[in-house]
């Protein structure tokens, strides 16, 4: 049997959200445009219903997509107030080659967005943080090098 994905509680309402959009409103716009350019004539020529076209099949890909991805996740829990780090943490580390300090929240698969602070649990300093306790250090290795993170705080 594989292994179900975790996903954090926000991470998985943003899906269901996008899946509801996509099987609402914007299904109903893209058939209401597909109806009108069919309407327009000879369909070989007519770029409009093979642009709605389009839009119809990568709208219906994307659904059947999120489907199968929300049947495949498991909500993780709310371990918040423990002394590990784990999904859904926020957590304060200390870059000490850089000697700055970066803030971080551990989510799910597939949620991790560097930029926000958001940091996959399957990416290689998620993969390091996850278990470890206040006041541990943790080696990483990167493609720009080795680096070394002190876990300051977790809430």
Do not use: F, W
């Amino acid at each position: 049997m594989k292994k179900k994905k975790v996903i954090t509680k926000i991470g998985l309402k943003k899906l269901k959200k996008e899946l509801a959009k996509r099987t609402g409103k914007l299904r109903d716009d893209i058939a209401n445009r597909l109806d009108e350019a069919n309407q327009s004539g000879d369909r070989s020529e007519n770029s409009a219903y093979t642009a709605a076209l389009e839009e119809y099949q990568h709208n219906e890909v994307r659904i059947r997509q999120l489907k199968e991805l929300i049947k495949s996740l498991k909500v993780a829990p709310d371990k918040s107030g423990d002394s590990y780090v784990d999904i859904g943490d926020k957590i304060k580390v200390k870059d000490l080659g850089a000697d700055k300090v970066i803030d971080y929240r551990i989510v799910g698969s597939g949620e991790g967005d560097p930029l926000k602070g958001l940091v996959s649990s399957d990416s290689v300093v998620g993969a390091a943080l996850i278990g470890k306790c206040k006041g541990d250090t943790v080696e990483i290795d990167l493609p720009k090098g080795k680096r070394k993170l002190k876990i300051i705080d977790i809430e």
